[in-house]
């Protein structure tokens, strides 16, 4: 179960958003208007007993994942704490995550693409400021999941697009952001 693109597992706070979510910064507009109406949205809590509703975290996500079709990550969009990430994959793009900075008339500043993407967030406090550095995750490996030209075959009458053969992707192991408890 999501609520408002958030969702508690194990103690671990996760923002889940689907393609246009992330762009329309659902999970974030979510936090943003908890705090500013006294922190009343209650999101699920998996416990050892079940399911429990508990309140947004003010520390904001340690994980986000998106899921999507034409997507990418938004670094305006994200509601994640200091060192946490976000991982995106894009089901029409196959491509390694790059970051740069965009140049275009209306949209200036940094952009990423690609199909399979995590970026880690930093975040910076001073008394007059308030700085977010964002770095592309770049050490994973990619594995296949059929062998190679049977996964047409495999998936046909599965999904209505074919773009690409399915694949794992396993990024290097990180550590979890911590938190205030």
Not at 88 to 108: K, P, S, V, Y
Not at 154 to 178: M, R
């Amino acid at each position: 179960m999501i609520e408002y693109g958030w969702a508690m597992i194990d103690g671990l706070a996760l923002t889940l958003e689907i393609c246009l979510d992330h762009q329309m910064r659902t999970a974030l507009t979510t936090y943003i208007a908890d705090t500013a109406t006294g922190r009343k949205t209650l999101i699920p809590s998996s416990t050892d007993e079940g399911i429990e509703y508990v309140h947004i975290p003010n520390y904001q996500a340690q994980i986000s994942l998106v899921a999507g079709a034409g997507m990418f990550v938004f670094p305006e969009s994200l509601a994640l704490t200091d060192k946490g990430v976000i991982f995106l994959q894009d089901g029409l793009n196959n491509a390694t995550n790059r970051m740069f900075w965009g140049e275009e008339e209306c949209e200036q500043g940094l952009e990423f693409e690609g199909g399979t993407e995590a970026v880690q967030r930093r975040a910076f406090l001073s008394a007059t400021d308030i700085f977010f550095e964002h770095t592309a995750l770049s050490n994973f490996k990619q594995h296949e999941v059929y062998e190679a030209g049977s996964w047409e075959k495999a998936i046909k009458g599965v999904f209505s697009a074919k773009l690409y053969p399915p694949q794992l992707t396993v990024f290097e192991s990180i550590d979890i952001a911590e938190v205030p408890l």
